[in-house]
Nanobody, 124 residues
């Protein structure tokens, strides 16, 4: 059974940084692309970033380009999302996801496995 467990969320001030982690188990991690989405109550789940299984290819939502960096450590079966210069628009529950697909990363249907999420709140 696949398990994805996020950690690292919290409450920060505008301009601060946070690093989220996603620990994966129950799958051959190096064979899966990893992604991050975020969601607010009443809104659609929004793509944030994704990284290919070998780390050579990444994709980002326009709203986070230049501020967020996705990475992975295949030896530790963990994916990361480093977030800088956070603002109130980044407040959301952040979810980790895994897929064997190399396509359609921006769409939730491409991701069969999901974590429960970790809350990020940016407030002064």
């Amino acid at each position: 059974q696949v398990h994805l467990v996020e950690s690292g969320g919290g409450m920060v001030q505008p301009g601060d940084s946070l690093r989220l982690s996603c620990a994966a188990s129950g799958l051959t991690f190096r064979n899966y692309a990893m992604g991050w989405f975020r969601e607010d109550p009443g809104k659609e789940r929004q793509f944030v970033a994704a990284i290919k299984w070998d780390g050579d290819d990444t994709d980002y939502a326009n709203s986070v380009k230049g501020r967020f960096t996705i990475s992975r450590n295949n030896a530790e079966s963990t994916a990361y999302l480093q977030m800088h210069n956070l603002n109130s628009e980044d407040t959301a529950v952040y979810l980790c996801a895994a897929t064997p697909s190399a396509n359609s990363w921006q769409f939730t249907f491409a991701w069969p496995y999901w974590g429960q999420g970790t809350q990020v709140t940016v407030s002064s």
